[in-house]
């Protein structure tokens, strides 16, 4: 018993030493790169409210809170997309356009720590007449959770 208690101080040493030194937790940082997305269901109807801006969804009640708003307008609503918000979150924004404008999502990725949202909208050629009617496209998107920024970019690259 004599030879354990003497030798709890080297063990303690030991123990110190695998764990890093007991010192502070060494850091986390996100690797750079692409996301996989999954495209989730958008209204068709025509959504009218600029409202909706880069919106980070990370709870089921706030989830129901923005498919209501998206689907105020749509009858029937659809049913809420089940997600598992300790895995994944929902990234949604509108765009503003005439009908005659198409819009790209570009990539989702992780840069400097940040989630970064790249699209971009293009404009029909010049000789095509479109209709003076301003709506909102709304676009809603499933990826993997990361608790960070999210940042939205129209036209910019990743």
């Known amino acids: 018993m004599n030879q354990l208690i003497r030798r709890l101080p080297l063990l303690a040493a030991f123990c110190l030493a695998a764990c890093g030194g007991g010192g502070n937790m060494p850091t986390h940082t996100l690797a750079d790169g692409p996301l996989v997305v999954q495209t989730l269901p958008e209204p068709t109807g025509g959504y009218s409210d600029p409202g909706l801006e880069n919106t980070v969804v990370r709870d089921n009640d706030s989830m129901r809170k923005l498919w209501s708003q998206v689907y105020r307008n749509t009858t029937p609503v659809p049913d809420v997309p089940k997600i598992d918000?300790?895995?994944?979150?929902?990234?949604?924004?509108?765009?503003?356009?005439?009908?005659?404008?198409?819009?790209?999502?570009?990539q989702v990725a992780v840069k400097n720590g940040a989630v970064v949202v790249n699209y971009h909208m293009t404009s029909p050629p010049p000789n095509v007449m479109c209709a003076a009617v301003v709506s909102y496209s709304v676009h809603l998107i499933e990826v993997d959770r990361i608790d960070t920024t999210v940042n939205f970019v129209m036209g910019g690259t990743i």
């Open 85 to 106: 918000f300790s895995r994944k979150m929902v990234l949604a924004w509108a765009t503003s356009s005439s009908p005659c404008y198409s819009f790209a999502l570009d």
